[in-house]
């Protein structure tokens, strides 16, 4: 890893970018509150905002460390005190799993924020554009960081780079040729659904009315459950999530078809009442389920 006098010739930040921001932190000491304000206001409608901000307690210890880290930005002292610190920062966002496309856009809303500070707050448009080229350049050491820390954390194998990546990518090739497989079986279910459904349809020509409709209806709800399988493979094939409110859902229609097919037996009021009571369990977890995926 590179010294933190070599990351700043790297950048070009010189002696004279270090006083031109201190000179800046009387400015932005009185943007502080404002800038966390309108950083919580950026970073919310991230879709995975809400795993790292749960409650209000960990949300202002966060802003506390917020407006640290900003003010530190314009402290004037960028020695090996402020790296190691920007060293700690980095590996707390690895160590929480923030994805790396969410701290490049959130210092992308900090360059913005600085550089409105600049224009509203210097007069003099040379001395503003100085000053913003000398944010822009601590700006770029300070995602440095962040990003190395990623790259560290990547770096650790148990056997080596070149095995792990051909092991992963050999499992990702199984588990999607199984994915595959499963379709292909669900489709072929599907098939043999319909014609349970046929032979239903023909109890209600031959005159068993009952049956043939409750029959049919269980057969309908096989192979609504076997759609809904089919769409969910499908959507996770194409990259999307697990869904397991689907295998509840389908939990719940086989035991309402067991309910349907307990009352064609006439099985006993315990039996048939205990299939409900299980009816409603899943009910209440589907909900539950619903409940969390919505928040």
């Given at each position: 890893?590179?010294?933190?006098?070599?990351?700043?010739?790297?950048?070009?930040?010189?002696?004279?970018?270090?006083?031109?921001?201190?000179?800046?932190?009387?400015?932005?000491?009185?943007?502080?509150?404002?800038?966390?304000?309108?950083?919580?206001?950026?970073?919310?409608?991230f879709e995975e905002a809400?795993?790292?901000?749960?409650?209000?307690?960990?949300?202002?210890?966060?802003?506390?460390?917020?407006?640290?880290?900003?003010?530190?930005?314009?402290?004037?002292?960028?020695?090996?005190?402020?790296?190691?610190?920007?060293?700690?920062?980095?590996?707390?966002?690895?160590?929480?799993?923030?994805?790396?496309?969410?701290?490049?856009?959130?210092?992308?809303?900090?360059?913005?924020?600085t550089l409105g500070v600049i224009r509203k707050e210097e007069t003099d448009a040379e001395a503003g554009a100085e000053a913003g080229r000398s944010i822009e350049k601590i700006l770029d050491i300070n995602l440095d960081c962040f990003t190395s820390s990623y790259i560290e954390e990547e770096k650790k194998f148990f056997l080596s780079q070149k095995v792990e990546s051909y092991l992963i990518q050999m499992a990702n090739r199984f588990a999607h040729g199984l994915n595959i497989v499963l379709v292909i079986g669900l489709v072929f279910l599907g098939v043999m659904v319909i014609g349970l459904f046929t032979y239903d349809i023909i109890h209600i020509l031959d005159g068993d009315i009952e049956k043939g409709l409750l029959s049919s209806l269980g057969s309908l709800l096989m192979l609504w459950v076997?759609?809904?399988?089919?769409?969910?493979?499908?959507?996770?094939?194409?990259?999307?999530?697990?869904?397991?409110?689907v295998f509840i859902s389908v939990a719940l229609v086989a035991?309402?078809?067991?309910?349907?097919?307990?009352?064609?037996?006439?099985?006993?009021?315990?039996?048939?009442?205990?299939?409900?009571?299980?009816?409603?369990?899943?009910?209440?977890?589907?909900?539950?389920?619903?409940?969390?995926?919505?928040?």
């Open positions: 890893m590179n010294t933190p006098s070599q990351i700043k010739t790297h950048y070009n930040f010189t002696n004279e970018d270090a006083s031109r921001l201190s000179r800046l932190r009387p400015v932005m000491e009185r943007y502080k509150d404002e800038f966390v304000v309108e950083f919580y206001d950026y970073v919310r409608h809400h795993k790292f901000f749960k409650d209000a307690e960990t949300i202002k210890r966060h802003q506390d460390a917020l407006k640290v880290w900003f003010i530190a930005l314009f402290g004037g002292d960028y020695g090996e005190l402020y790296f190691k610190e920007l060293e700690k920062a980095g590996l707390a966002h690895v160590k929480i799993s923030l994805h790396a496309h969410y701290v490049n856009a959130a210092f992308h809303f900090v360059k913005s924020f076997v759609i809904e399988l089919m769409d969910t493979e499908i959507k996770h094939l194409k990259g999307g999530k697990f869904a397991i409110k035991m309402i078809r067991k309910i349907l097919v307990a009352s064609l037996r006439h099985d006993a009021v315990e039996a048939q009442l205990s299939l409900v009571a299980a009816v409603a369990v899943l009910g209440v977890i589907y909900w539950l389920i619903s409940k969390a995926e919505a928040a």
